[in-house]
């Protein structure tokens, strides 16, 4: 369903995040039900999230603001594309960009950068994450377009 997150600002209370995410996304404009990862410099949570079925939902990752590393990239975009997540937000880097623009997936990320993340299974799932000014709880709705991105405790209409 069509939205735009200042519509959807104007009408309801929702938390707003600092304009900190750039797109990287086949999709610009992407919502659903949160799935949180707590993860620094390590992606194995976020591949082991993703080979779930998304279901439409969001996956959010944070990353502690890293840019050292790229949590997601070309083949983890495959993956949320292939098992129906509707998008990805990254609170850090991501890599493989022009693969990220290709999939029809919402993808919003601190930055890009060249270098893969670790590999060694570090992390928390489905806890509540705080980071540009919001906290992002499992379960609760994101919105995110080109405006910006915004959090609601329950599915907005």
Not at 5 to 24: I, K, M, S, W, Y
Not at 75 to 92: I, M
Not at 110 to 136: C, I, Y
Not at 140 to 154: C, F, H, K, Q, R
Request: glycine fraction near 12%; proline fraction near 4%.
């Amino acid at each position: 369903m069509p939205f735009a997150t200042t519509d959807l600002c104007d009408a309801h209370a929702v938390q707003v995040a600092e304009p900190l995410f750039r797109n990287f996304g086949g999709l610009t404009s992407f919502s659903g039900a949160m799935v949180t990862l707590e993860v620094f410099e390590d992606n194995s949570l976020v591949r082991a999230a993703l080979e779930e079925p998304g279901q439409g939902r969001v996956l959010v990752v944070d990353g502690r603001g890293s840019l050292r590393c790229a949590l997601f990239g070309g083949n983890l975009v495959a993956l949320a594309d292939k098992n129906g997540w509707s998008g990805v937000l990254v609170f850090g880097a991501v890599r493989d960009t022009r693969e990220l623009s290709a999939a029809k997936v919402g993808v919003k990320a601190l930055a890009a950068h060249p270098m893969k993340s670790e590999k060694k299974g570090l992390g928390r799932r489905d806890v509540p994450v705080t980071f540009a000014g919001v906290t992002f709880t499992p379960g609760e709705w994101l919105y995110a377009d080109e405006d910006g991105v915004i959090v609601s405790a329950s599915k907005l209409t």
